[in-house]
């Protein structure tokens, strides 16, 4: 094991594939290799061209959601005492101003630079290893709780400074009530956290409120809050490094901002929030013990696209979210087999598809791959420019129920904000990026703005929009 920080350099990873040991354990094992020119073209001849988007109506407004985390250990002497520091950017692009300004494929790369500068991000910082909150907390575990729930709850998080209601944990709310199964409520003001996270007390089914009060287990009296409920909580060590934790708490913050700002503008203005679309850079699936999230996101999604549609009467499309993907076994599968799609082409990976190349010898998921993990269909998609991209767009149905899902997920025509997808990516591709897009980029002082929750940039949106209409 190499000290830390010590680097482990390219001429030890080259003997180490070069020992005949490893050639020998490799032998025995199944993993992904490099396809034969035959192979090649029977994985990529499922692809089909895709729908026709030139004729489609870019949103005024894209959203695009973008985070990092880093563990740390603070002081060089105390390696295993650690925090962790979360960082979510959002940018928010005017696609008007946004088309006045691109010439031809050229983006600035200092423009770009300048709208990666997080400095507008929202910070989260969380006690990993061996660090505690000051007071009654004596346990990472506890503290850790604490400093979520304050983190969803603060000001930060708001549309309004002063109104509790528009923090991230009333989204929370807003979700998790609609829990399908005897764990949701029904009210958005109430939800269950699975269990007492006391070990010695474990009560199950606690129900707690959207107050500002702190809120206390009935048997065991020690204090609950609402963000138990994401279970987080559980794969917190005490003592060792928590990066999976905070990779963790990254993902389910990435996954609930785009739902905090649909939330807020179909409180505030529908048609602001047709008009507007989501990006993500991870697939559109929830891993680990939030992953109970996803259920509640798809039948949100499906309220909110029932009120979109009945309102607006106007061919409105069902809210996009598009959960792009830059690495993963998806990205690694496309490296290679992309020189056998041509352009123009996509495919919408399906179950047999992915177990058989993707993911050859894991076991099939009961009830269809990530059904207890996924809202959203990965696609892979080469552009007419001839680059290939991995992005997911939510399931168009309100629960995963239907007996007939596994083969309605697959069919292109039952997305109909696909060619809107697709269209923007076309639109957003860039040289700059290698499989990445641009829409975190698109960068420009003049078409981006950086905001976090409770700026006012979004108010700005709102009023822009009521006085337009
Ligand atoms: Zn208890």
């Given at each position: ?55 489609i109506k870019f949103p005024d407004t894209v959203i695009a959601i973008d985070g990092s985390f880093y563990t740390s250990n603070f002081s060089e002497n105390l390696p295993a005492t ?64 604490a400093a979520v729930d304050g983190h969803l709850y603060s000001q930060k998080t708001r549309f309004d400074q002063n109104n509790p209601k528009t923090s991230l944990r009333t989204t ?147 809210i996009l979210i598009i959960g792009l993907q830059k690495t993963g076994q998806i990205v690694d599968y496309v490296g290679l087999i992309d020189r056998f799609i041509k352009p123009n ?125």
């Open positions: 094991m190499p000290y830390q920080g010590e680097l482990a350099n390219k001429a030890s990873h080259f003997d180490i594939i070069q020992d005949p040991e490893v050639q020998q354990f490799l032998d025995q094992c199944k993993y992904i290799q490099e396809p034969s020119e035959e192979e090649g073209r029977k994985m990529t001849s499922g692809f089909v061209t895709p729908p026709n988007f030139d004729k650690e925090i962790g520091y979360i960082k979510i950017g959002s940018v928010l692009i005017d696609m008007n101003q946004f088309d006045g300004l691109k010439v031809g494929k050229y983006v600035d790369p200092f423009k770009v630079a300048k709208l990666l500068d997080r400095s507008n991000a929202l910070k989260f910082i969380l006690p990993s290893s061996n660090v505690y909150l000051k007071g009654k907390k004596t346990t990472v575990i506890d503290s850790f709780r929370l709310f807003h979700l998790a009530s609609r829990r399908p199964s005897d764990m949701g409520t029904g009210e958005v003001n109430k939800l269950k956290i699975h269990k007492c996270p006391n070990p010695n007390c474990q009560e199950k089914h606690l129900e707690v409120f959207d107050t500002p009060e702190q809120q206390y287990c009935p048997r065991c009296n020690i204090e609950i809050y609402p963000s138990d409920c994401l279970r987080l909580w559980e794969e917190v060590n005490e003592f060792q490094s928590n990066q999976q934790v905070m990779g963790r708490f990254m993902q389910a913050i990435e996954h609930l901002l785009p739902m905090h700002y649909i939330r807020y503008l179909s409180e505030n203005s529908l048609d602001s929030l047709a008009a507007t679309a989501f990006f993500i850079d991870r697939p559109l699936g929830i891993f680990g013990t939030a992953a109970w999230l996803h259920k509640s996101i798809l039948r949100y999604l499906a309220e909110i696209n029932d009120r979109l549609g009945g309102l607006l009467q106007k061919n409105q499309s069902p082409r996509i495919l919408a990976i399906d179950d047999d598809y992915r177990y058989s190349y993707i993911v050859p010898g894991r076991k099939p998921a009961e009830g269809g791959f990530g059904n207890e993990t996924y809202y959203g269909q990965d696609f892979i998609y080469k552009t007419p420019n001839n680059r290939t991209f991995v992005l997911a767009i939510p399931y168009p149905f309100a629960s995963k129920d239907s007996a007939n899902f596994v083969k309605e997920k697959i069919k292109l025509n039952n997305y109909q904000n696909l060619p809107l997808a697709l269209g923007l990516i076309h639109k957003f591709e860039c040289d700059l990026y290698e499989n990445a897009i641009i829409p975190i980029a698109l960068a420009n002082e003049h078409t981006a703005i950086s905001l976090v929750p409770g700026g006012t940039v979004l108010n700005i949106l709102t009023l822009d929009k009521l006085k337009n209409n």
